[in-house]
């Protein structure tokens, strides 16, 4: 009798345990159908951010810069590029070894921003200035002289240069660079205040600290301080 009695108790437990588990299964479900439904929505408003980013990601790239920082590399790429072609004299003409060292590190510092601006150039889909002195007078502002552009040698000036050598080519190279240098600082002076391409500016802060130093170099080979 007491063994049938614990059978029926046995019986009645597991009854119970059982209708317990569907109670809580059913419970779990409608809990998590809200959760499930919010967490859908919140991955597709996830999803619709996502697709979003590369478009407001392209506004922000074409935003990047501005018609300024546009002239200021087609401006600067022909003048680096005549201060190289100056440079480049020197090795046979310069009498100074001096003026031979500072052509070497004109040419060091200013051809690899030629490709630089050439390449932000070419990013932006803008026109790259022609790699010749002939390209220089194509640019806008110039005139047929080629030298309206800030600093700028004339063909005239560049060929009398070509023809110096010994102390006469390095007097005349360091007044020539001289000028040359004062130009490009005054287009960077512009770029500084105007431009808004984060590497054209800094590139610009550069550019006027390290030909200031130069230009203070050179006039210390004139004589000059």
């Known amino acids: 009798m007491a063994s049938h009695r614990s059978l029926i108790r046995r019986t009645a437990a597991l009854a119970t345990a059982a209708t317990a588990t569907v109670v809580l299964a059913a419970c779990g479900s409608s809990s998590d159908s809200p959760s499930s439904s919010a967490s859908g929505h919140s ?46 004299l020197a090795p046979s003409r310069a009498k100074s070894q001096q003026v031979k060292d500072l052509a070497a590190k004109i040419k060091q510092a200013q ?23 002939s390209g220089m007078k194509s640019m806008p502002g110039m005139d047929h002289s080629g030298s309206s552009m800030s600093g700028m040698m004339s063909d005239d000036d560049m060929n ?34 105007k431009g808004t391409y984060g590497p054209a500016t800094t590139m610009a802060k550069s550019i006027i600290t390290s030909q200031s130093a130069e230009i203070t170099e050179m006039n210390k080979m004139l004589g000059k301080q």
């Open 43 to 88: 991955g597709h408003d996830m999803g619709a951010m996502s697709s979003a980013s590369p478009s407001a990601s392209a506004s922000v790239a074409q935003g990047s810069h501005n018609a300024q920082d546009v002239m200021f590399a087609q401006g600067m790429i022909p003048h680096h590029r005549q201060a190289v072609a100056m440079a480049d």
């Open 111 to 133: 051809a690899p921003e030629i490709n630089t601006m050439s390449g932000w150039l070419k990013a932006w889909g803008e026109k790259v200035p022609d790699d010749s002195m």
């Open 160 to 193: 009398k240069l070509k023809d110096l050598s010994g102390d006469a080519f390095d007097k005349a190279f360091l007044q020539m660079m001289i000028s040359h240098h004062q130009g490009a600082i005054e287009m960077a002076k512009t770029e500084q205040a």
